[in-house]
């Protein structure tokens, strides 16, 4: 059974850090590219940030240079490290690990909400 469980959500202050994990199992880890995406109230779905199996990595406009992806095969972690938080940032935060077309799967998501 595949399961993805995010962890790392709050309430930050704007201008704070905060890093999230997904933590994958029932899967070959590393495999997979695995996505970091967000979903604030009324808005779609938003691809954050992504890594591919081999590493290579690719954010949205919004947060680049702010956020930072990262994975860990051995332990099968996948983290977002988020920088300069803005209001804008809030949103739930999901993890996605996927592989071609077939192999699409979703964890539950974390609440981040930036606000003063």
């Known amino acids: 059974q595949v399961q993805l469980v995010e962890s790392g959500g709050g309430l930050v202050q704007p201008g704070e850090s905060r890093r999230l994990s997904c933590a994958a199992s029932?899967?070959?880890?590393?495999?997979?590219?695995m996505d970091w995406y967000r979903q604030a109230p009324g808005k779609q779905r938003e691809l954050v940030a992504a890594?591919?199996?081999?590493?290579?990595?690719s954010y949205a406009d919004s947060v680049r240079g702010r956020f930072t992806i990262s994975r860990d095969n051995t332990k099968k972690m996948v983290y977002l490290q988020m920088n300069s938080l803005k209001p804008e940032d809030t949103a739930v935060y999901l993890c996605?690990?996927?592989?071609?077309?077939?192999?699409?799967?979703w964890g539950q998501g974390t609440q981040v909400t930036v606000s003063s």
């Open positions: 996605n690990a996927n592989r071609g077309r077939l192999f699409n799967f």
């Open positions: 029932g899967i070959v880890f590393s495999s997979y590219a």
């Open positions: 890594i591919t199996s081999d590493g290579i990595t």
